[in-house]
């Protein structure tokens, strides 16, 4: 492959790898029990997170290329073992997703081919970990999360156009709410570009060279790629499911995203919401495996040079775990809100990051994108208090 082909490869890949990383079995449970509470003022919510997401991709994808350095690595050059604390929640994130996004897997595996969660759980972790056997494990990667990307698209426009939403409404409604959910903004937020998301399309585009400021103008593209890739998805998703609750139906609380696609479709549904959400569950299990790992990788050299072999462990012990114990289906939206936690950390470490010269060197970060990081790292670290607040039950 020629040079600039890798490198094209490359950032479509981060793209869609930070695309399919946000859109896991979570993601698409939340979207469909957010849109059932708010109706068509679901827009909005979407709305916000789509420019809060753009506004941390930015920050974050330009300081880790122009530094060339993970994002661990320069936590800890901005505040000495605050590397250590990052790599620690990231890490932790990624293996409770891991294990919601295996068994996310295992139930599309038994909605498709009427076998055991568990069975399908395996079945999955065993194709995840085979994308990681040969040596140009990055690449196939790459392939695998446009290809996952594609077909998620596909199958939820066809939805769409089944279940008729009214869109005049939902349009409206995006721009005038009748109603703000913060806790909604938190978790979309914290589920699209939360945790290990945050890193996982720059931490690629590093790996694959692209980096320095030569290249901003590509990791920029690459990364306002991913998060509209991510938004397609949910936008359509939101369409179909408000088609359908807004036609009087209630979806199952057991499993909130498969209903409108029951409704819609009948029994093929069963089939359809089975790729998607394998689909869905399989790229989050590869993109939180291999962003995990990279956070790891400055504990000890050895990391570093058998990585591969980490990150296949890593998906082998989210597949036990979940064969073995299984998950409660409500860690798959606190964990959601706790990546929303997570972010305005990584937000400060980043922006106190782009102006410090013993990592960026003499770029200058842009002032614009700097205030709007910001804005962004306040008003989450707001939502967020107020979240746990009701979670608490002080408000």
């Known amino acids: 492959m020629s040079?600039?082909?890798?490198?094209?490869?490359?950032?479509?890949?981060?793209?869609?790898?930070?695309?399919?990383?946000?859109?896991?079995?979570?993601?698409?449970?939340?979207?469909?029990?957010?849109?059932?509470?708010?109706?068509?003022?679901?827009?909005?919510?979407?709305?916000?997170?789509?420019?809060?997401d753009i506004g941390v991709q930015l920050n974050v994808w330009r300081i880790v290329a122009v530094s060339k350095m993970r994002a661990q690595e320069i936590a800890n050059k901005v505040f000495p073992g605050v590397g250590y604390l990052l790599a620690f929640l990231i890490i932790a994130g990624g293996l409770a997703f891991n294990i919601g996004n295996i068994g996310g897997a295992g139930l599309g595996m038994q909605s498709v081919f009427n076998i055991s969660p568990i069975t399908g759980a395996l079945i999955s972790g065993v194709i995840a970990v085979a994308i990681f056997l040969g040596r140009e494990t990055g690449p196939i990667m790459d392939k695998f999360a446009q290809l996952m990307g594609f077909v998620l698209i596909v199958l939820i426009i066809y939805v769409v156009f089944q279940s008729d939403p009214p869109l005049a409404e939902a349009a409206v409604r995006t721009i005038a709410p009748e109603k703000i959910d913060a806790m909604a903004i938190v978790t979309l937020v914290g589920g699209t570009v939360g945790g290990y998301i945050t890193f996982s399309g720059a931490h690629r585009l590093l790996e694959a060279g692209v980096t320095g400021e030569e290249n901003l103008d590509s990791v920029t593209r690459s990364s306002i790629t991913g998060i509209l890739v991510a938004?397609?998805?949910?936008?359509?998703?939101?369409?179909?499911?408000?088609?359908?609750?807004?036609?009087?139906?209630?979806?199952?609380?057991?499993?909130?995203?498969?209903s409108p696609f029951q409704h819609i479709l009948g029994n093929v549904g069963k089939i359809v919401f089975g790729i998607v959400i394998w689909a869905a569950s399989v790229t989050s299990v590869i993109g939180a495996a291999y962003t995990s790992v990279s956070f790891m990788t400055n504990f000890h050299p050895f990391i570093e040079q058998h990585k591969r072999y980490f990150i296949i462990g890593f998906i082998v012990i989210s597949t036990l775990v979940f064969a073995t114990i299984g998950k409660p289906a409500q860690v798959l939206v606190l964990v959601g809100t706790l990546n929303g936690l997570v972010l305005p950390i990584a937000m400060v470490i980043v922006l106190i990051a782009a102006y410090r010269k013993n990592i960026i060197g003499n770029y200058r970060h842009p002032l614009w994108i700097a205030a709007f990081g910001w804005l962004i790292a306040i008003a989450?670290?707001?939502?967020?208090?107020?979240?746990?607040?009701?979670?608490?039950g002080m408000s």
């Open 380 to 392: 989450m670290s707001v939502l967020s208090v107020m979240t746990i607040a009701n979670y608490l």
């Open 231 to 258: 938004s397609v998805i949910r936008v359509f998703l939101f369409l179909a499911v408000l088609g359908v609750v807004s036609q009087g139906l209630t979806l199952d609380p057991a499993n909130p995203a498969m």
């Open 3 to 52: 040079t600039l082909k890798k490198h094209n490869s490359a950032i479509l890949g981060a793209a869609f790898l930070m695309a399919t990383s946000a859109v896991g079995p979570g993601f698409l449970t939340q979207t469909a029990t957010f849109t059932e509470s708010l109706l068509a003022s679901f827009g909005f919510v979407i709305l916000v997170s789509i420019i809060m």
